[in-house]
């Protein structure tokens, strides 16, 4: 397996990830899961830009 280039900030974002599908499970459409995601990342100060996909 390679190394990642980020590891740490990997860490935080698969963290985040985990932590959305921990407190709403499974079940949602994805734009659902997007805004969950994007309030944990701001949670979390992990920097990011909104998709415009589902505005």
């Not at 900030?9 to 963290?15: A, N, P, T, V």
């Given at each position: 397996m390679a190394d990642l280039l980020y590891k740490d900030?990997?860490?935080?974002?698969?963290?985040a990830c985990f932590e959305v599908y921990n407190q709403k499970g499974y079940g949602?459409?994805?734009p659902v899961y997007q805004e969950?995601?994007?309030i944990e990342f701001a949670?979390?100060?992990i920097p990011f830009v909104p998709s415009l996909?589902?505005?």
């Open positions: 900030e990997s860490y935080k974002i698969i963290g949602f459409i994805e969950c995601l994007q949670l979390q100060g996909r589902f505005k």
